[in-house]
C-alpha cells in the first residue's frame, strides 16, 4: 500500500516539481550561453558589458537555486496541509491506510524530492563550471583541458595526504560523515515543518497563521539548544592552548553530533505530534 501511497503523493509533487527544473534548466542555460559570448581578445567597451552579462546571469542564476530549493519545500508542506488538513483531507482520510503510512508516503515524498533538488542543482553547477572551463581554455592554445586536470588532480592529492593530519579525519570518512549528517538534518527538518503544519491546526480560524508562529517557536528552541551544544566546542577552545593535538574535526564533531541529536529528538517528538493531529485532533476545514 506504501507503494501506492507513494506514487498518489509523486503525482500531485511531479507538475510543480518539474516547473522548478525548468527555471533551474533555464537559468543554467542562460549563464552557460553568456559564458559562451565573452570572448578576451574583444575591446574593452565589448568586454565589458560581456562582464556585465555575465554577473547578470550569475545573479539570476543565484536567485533561481534559491527559489527552487525554497520552492521544493513549499510545494511539498502546502500539499501535505491540503490534502491532510482542508477540504482534500475528506479523501485523503478515507483511503484504507492508517495514518501513520500516509505520513510516512509524505515524508518519504518530499524526502526524494529534496535530495533529487539537491542533485539537479549540483549537476547544473558542474556543467557551469564544465562550459567555462572549455571555453576559456580555447582561448590558451597549448594547454589543454587533460593537462589543467591532470594538474589538479596532482594538487588534490596532495591536499588530500595533508587533510587527515589537519582535520583528523580521513577525507573519504569526513565526506561520508557530511553526507549522513546532511540526509538526517534533511529528513528531521521535513518532518519538524510538518510538525508545525499540525501544530497551526490547533488554531480554530488562522491556521496557517498558527503554523508559521508554530515554526517560529520550535526555531527559538532550536537556538537555544543550538546555544547549549555549542559549548564543548567553546569549553575545548578556553582550555586547549595552540599547541596541543587538537583538530578542526576533534573540535567541531561534539557540537554537530549533539546538534544532530537535538534536532533528531525534536523530529521524533513532531512525528508523532503529526500522528496525534491526524488521528485524535483531527479538524477538517
Given at each position: 500500500m506504501l507503494g501506492k501511497l507513494l506514487k498518489y503523493e509523486w503525482r500531485g509533487l511531479r507538475f510543480p516539481f518539474l516547473i522548478?527544473?525548468?527555471?533551474?534548466?533555464?537559468?543554467?542555460?542562460?549563464?552557460?550561453?553568456?559564458?559562451?559570448?565573452?570572448?578576451?581578445?574583444?575591446?574593452?567597451?565589448?568586454?565589458?558589458?560581456?562582464v556585465m552579462a555575465l554577473m547578470l546571469s550569475i545573479f539570476l542564476y543565484y536567485f533561481g537555486i534559491i527559489g527552487c530549493t525554497i520552492g521544493t519545500s513549499l510545494i511539498v508542506v502546502i500539499r501535505f496541509y491540503k490534502t491532510c488538513y482542508t477540504d482534500q483531507g475528506y479523501l485523503t482520510h478515507t483511503l484504507p491506510v492508517t495514518a501513520g503510512q500516509l505520513l510516512n508516503a509524505k515524508l518519504i515524498a518530499a524526502v526524494a524530492a529534496d535530495i533529487l533538488m539537491v542533485l539537479s542543482i549540483a549537476l547544473s553547477l558542474f556543467l557551469i563550471v564544465q562550459v567555462g572551463l572549455h571555453h576559456f581554455l580555447s582561448f590558451a592554445p597549448g594547454y589543454t583541458y587533460e593537462e589543467m586536470m591532470r594538474?589538479?588532480?596532482?594538487?588534490?592529492?596532495?591536499?588530500?595526504?595533508?587533510?587527515?593530519?589537519?582535520?583528523?579525519?580521513?577525507?573519504?570518512?569526513?565526506?561520508?560523515?557530511?553526507?549522513?549528517?546532511?540526509?538526517?538534518?534533511?529528513?528531521?527538518?521535513?518532518?519538524?515543518?510538518?510538525?508545525?503544519?499540525?501544530?497551526g491546526q490547533l488554531f480554530t480560524k488562522h491556521r496557517i497563521i498558527g503554523?508559521?508562529?508554530?515554526?517560529?517557536?520550535?526555531?527559538?528552541?532550536?537556538?537555544?539548544?543550538?546555544?547549549?551544544?555549542?559549548?564543548?566546542?567553546?569549553?575545548?577552545?578556553?582550555?586547549?592552548?595552540?599547541?596541543?593535538?587538537?583538530?578542526?574535526?576533534?573540535?567541531?564533531?561534539?557540537?554537530?553530533?549533539?546538534?544532530?541529536?537535538?534536532?533528531?529528538?525534536?523530529?521524533?517528538?513532531?512525528?508523532?505530534?503529526?500522528?496525534?493531529?491526524?488521528?485524535?485532533?483531527?479538524?477538517?476545514?
Open positions: 522548478l527544473l525548468i527555471v533551474l534548466a533555464s537559468t543554467t542555460l542562460l549563464t552557460c550561453g553568456v559564458i559562451l559570448t565573452i570572448n578576451p581578445m574583444y575591446d574593452e567597451s565589448l568586454a565589458w558589458y560581456s594538474e589538479l588532480s596532482q594538487e588534490f592529492s596532495y591536499v588530500f595526504g595533508d587533510f587527515e593530519e589537519s582535520f583528523g579525519i580521513s577525507f573519504g570518512l569526513f565526506i561520508v560523515y557530511m553526507v549522513v549528517y546532511s540526509v538526517i538534518a534533511m529528513i528531521a527538518n521535513i518532518v519538524t515543518i510538518f510538525g508545525c503544519v499540525s501544530l503554523a508559521i508562529i508554530a515554526y517560529f517557536g520550535v526555531q527559538f528552541i532550536l537556538q537555544i539548544a543550538g546555544y547549549f551544544t555549542s559549548l564543548p566546542m567553546y569549553t575545548k577552545m578556553l582550555i586547549t592552548n595552540y599547541d596541543s593535538d587538537l583538530t578542526f574535526f576533534g573540535l567541531m564533531s561534539p557540537t554537530l553530533n549533539l546538534t544532530l541529536l537535538a534536532v533528531t529528538v525534536l523530529a521524533v517528538a513532531m512525528y508523532f505530534i503529526n500522528l496525534h493531529m491526524m488521528t485524535k485532533r483531527l479538524n477538517l476545514e
